[in-house]
Antibody, heavy 122, light 110 residues
Framework: QLQLQESGPGLVKPSEPLSLTCTVS??????????WGWIRQPPGKGLEWIGI???????YNNPSLKSRVTMSVDTSKNQVSLNLSSVTAADTAVYYC??????????????WGQGTLVTVSS | QSALTQPASVSGSPGQSITISCTGT?????????VSWYQQHPGKVPKLIIF???SRPSGVSDRFSGSRSGNTASLTISGLQAEDEADYYC??????????FGGGTKVTVL
């Protein structure tokens, strides 16, 4: 059974980078049928798509986050990572890692991690 | 990119049917079969309940159904039950090779 587990610091200072890792078990990040995505949810608010990445390293990001987002894939560790630069309080959210089924270009998130709360505060 | 438009809240009595709308444009909802819906109970992880506009993953109740007309997708919950009280989000692929979610709809069972 596929499992995704986010990990990283729960507290980040303003202007510093936010770095998270998603470890995948029960499946391979190298599968050609899937992309791997990041979604966040500020407290009490809705879901916001951050970006997706393919095992080749090809990625797409939410334009609203401009160039602050960097994602990577480590196939040897079966992990995907997210880096969000220059964070502010507005980046405080639960961050989810999720698998995107892209085999038939239908693009839906069929499996999600438990999420990790990241708070931006000095 | 703009979020898809959903009503903030929808309510219904047990046993009734309710419909949640998700309005986008021809560049997202109306342009691709990649509309999906997610259910999120308070403090829980979002769960996929509809993909490809109207397809249900294995294990999802057939009380949930999806459809689309033009640039508006809809999620219908029939035979409303107390356990259906949750937040619901639509999602879609877009022409910009991006994904977008709706703002979310809170379903209340009266």
């Amino acid at each position: 059974q596929l499992q995704l587990q986010e990990s990283g610091p729960g507290l980040v200072k303003p202007s510093e980078p936010l770095s998270l890792t998603c470890t995948v078990s029960g499946g391979s990040v190298s599968s050609s049928s899937y992309h791997w995505g990041w979604i966040r949810q500020p407290p009490g608010k809705g879901l916001e798509w951050i970006g997706i990445i393919y095992y080749t390293g090809s990625s797409y990001n939410n334009p609203s986050l401009k160039s602050r987002v960097t994602m990577s894939v480590d196939t040897s560790k079966n992990q995907v990572s997210l880096n969000l630069s220059s964070v502010t309080a507005a980046d405080t959210a639960v961050y989810y890692c999720a698998r995107l089924d892209s085999w038939l270009r239908l693009y839906y998130f069929d499996s999600w991690g438990q999420g990790t709360l990241v708070t931006v505060s000095s | 990119q703009s979020a898809l438009t959903q009503p903030a809240s929808v309510s219904g009595s047990p046993g009734q049917s309710i419909t949640i709308s998700c309005t986008g444009t021809s560049s997202d909802v109306g342009g691709f079969n990649s509309v999906s819906w997610y259910q999120q109970h308070p403090g829980k992880v979002p769960k996929l309940i509809i993909f490809e506009v109207g397809s249900r993953p294995s294990g999802v109740s057939d009380r949930f159904s999806g459809s689309r007309s033009g640039n508006t997708a809809s999620l219908t919950i029939s035979g409303l039950q107390a356990e259906d009280e949750a937040d619901y989000y639509c999602g879609s692929y877009t022409t910009s090779n991006t994904l977008v979610f709706g703002g979310g709809t809170k379903v209340t069972v009266l």
